[in-house]
Nanobody
Framework: QVQLVESGGGLVQAGGSLRLSCAASGRTFSSYAMGWFRQAPGKEREFVAT????????YYANSVKGRFTISRDNAKNTVYLQMNNLEPEDTAVYYCAADKSGTWPPRDFGSWGQGTQVTVSS
């Protein structure tokens, strides 16, 4: 089990940028593929991006491809989500998660943070 805490959310105008951070503790951070998800009001939680344990491979939802970048710094036990050219549709609570399966693509994001609010205004 890994414990995750997100930070970096806030209010930004459309076209602006934010960088989210997810600090991890517990089991070896570098052993986990990591992911970012989001949940908008009245909608189900959706996948945003994921990154392998090495950081060498990433995958993005089509809705954020080209705008968001996921990265990780295993020495700091932290995963990041750089969000550029934000749109009002990006407004959601953003969660980071750790995959327990060890497979690619990840199939078991079993550890979740509490989320950080991102609000994008027009």
């Amino acid at each position: 089990q890994v414990q995750l805490v997100e930070s970096g959310g806030g209010l930004v105008q459309a076209g602006g940028s934010l960088r989210l951070s997810c600090a991890a503790s517990g089991r070896t951070f570098s052993s986990y593929a990591m992911g970012w998800f989001r949940q908008a009001p009245g909608k189900e939680r959706e996948f945003v991006a994921t990154i392998t344990w090495s950081g060498g491979t990433t995958y993005y939802a089509n809705s954020v491809k080209g705008r968001f970048t996921i990265s990780r710094d295993n020495a700091k036990n932290t995963v990041y989500l750089q969000m550029n050219n934000l749109e009002p549709e990006d407004t959601a609570v953003y969660y980071c998660a750790a995959d327990k399966s060890g497979t690619w693509p990840p199939r078991d994001f079993g550890s979740w943070g509490q989320g950080t609010q991102v609000t994008v205004s027009s």
